[in-house]
């Protein structure tokens, strides 16, 4: 047995994998730095299999969570991030193989290569197995991180996103107005309006509490300006 | 048989599949101004659906085509517009239960909600049949949009998508340099380097004419700023 070929099954046995088509997984752990035969096909697919194992996780775990929430909770479980940590856990960056360039500069420890690298693995093991033991292989890797998690850990509050949504785009930040005030003063009800004018965004908000109004306002004017942004 | 009934059978006409469980098509019908059980968790597991379908579809209809030029052809088959259009095609705005605030203001010709609509009618399926159902089901509705599919009418050239990039985010533009030439006047080596300031990105690009090599320095800035940017 060659070296390369101990080097895989080793990295086979931290994966948790085995498979059938050897060729699958040499190309998920050759950077393009190291071959033309390199690993960013794999990682597109290795993206787009991990989304939907997560998004349908989260769909069955949480069946009272909004959309928002979900979308949230995705976003930081397969943020790049995320992925490089669990690329450290099954030791991904021993077994990558990378130009000498990136060898000298200490490539295997960038977490973009990490990240990219687990993804372009996820993927060989889908096109080696399919769907059903991805699946599995990848709510096993994942473990806690996804069984434990909390939605509201995860959520900051809609202002705070709002404002470091517009900063991340050089917008002046929005605008917060109170329009009513009713009922009796134990027991008020508050009419915020949040304007961007930049967007010609304007959403309302009701809430018991000022504060809350705003939340509110703030939270439809994020889901506004993001589908004014990505239109 | 009532009238609701009626309506979602038709519309199941249009859409080409039967629901055993008929709650989830009420529901991927049912926009959140119409109702508290409405179609954004739907949607939320949908979007996830399509994006693995269209990336599998795409991965091995184009063997030959790298990561990048995939990504952007991905982007411009599950963008809202094209969703729209599909949504337009079975009808759905004709289907899909709105609030009175909605139907007043004709949000059933509104873009987002037959897109957003779409994605929740797919997540309905998806729940109801299973990854392969599903998956036949969108090939079929997209049809020629994926078969005739063109991968270089969809990219744009790298030094406009970084403009637009870097735009988009209110940064200056990128400043290209020529570094050297090189080789006998009718075969000439061109090295450039693309510089964006703001971000600390140098990428260097080589090329048998000055715009070649620009065009190669563009599209590395160009992952190299995405990457910035998402981390």
Redesign the interface.
């Known amino acids: 047995m060659s070296h390369q070929q101990q080097q895989i099954e080793r990295f086979c046995r931290h994966l948790g994998y085995e498979f059938s088509d050897q060729k699958l997984i040499q190309r998920a752990l050759t950077h393009r730095s190291a071959s033309n035969r390199h690993n960013?096909?794999l990682?597109?697919?290795g993206?787009?299999?991990l989304?939907?194992v997560?998004?349908?996780a989260l769909?069955e775990q949480f069946p009272k969570v909004?959309?928002g929430q979900?979308?949230r909770m995705?976003s930081s479980l397969v943020?790049?991030?995320t992925l490089a940590v669990i690329a450290k856990e099954i030791d991904l960056g021993d077994y990558i193989r990378l130009g000498e360039g990136e060898l000298k500069s200490g490539g295997f420890r960038r977490?973009?290569i990490l990240a990219d690298g687990f993804e372009a693995v996820i993927g060989a093991v889908y096109l080696d197995s399919g769907?059903e033991t991805t699946s599995q292989l990848i709510l096993k890797l994942y473990g806690e991180r996804l069984t434990q998690l909390n939605p509201d850990e995860v959520t900051k509050d809609a202002k705070t996103r709002l404002q470091e949504l517009l900063q991340?785009?050089?917008?002046p930040l929005p605008e917060y107005d109170l329009l009513t005030v009713t009922g009796e003063a134990h027991k008020q009800t508050f009419e915020v309006v949040c304007v961007i004018s930049e967007q010609k965004i304007k959403t309302q908000g009701t809430g018991s509490s000022r504060r809350n109004a705003e939340q509110l306002a703030a939270e439809k004017a994020f889901t506004e300006l993001q589908?004014a942004?990505?239109?």
């Open positions: 960013e096909r990682e597109f697919l993206d787009a299999v989304g939907m997560i998004a349908k769909f909004n959309e979900l979308t995705r943020k790049g991030k977490a973009s769907f991340s785009r050089g917008y589908k942004l990505a239109s």
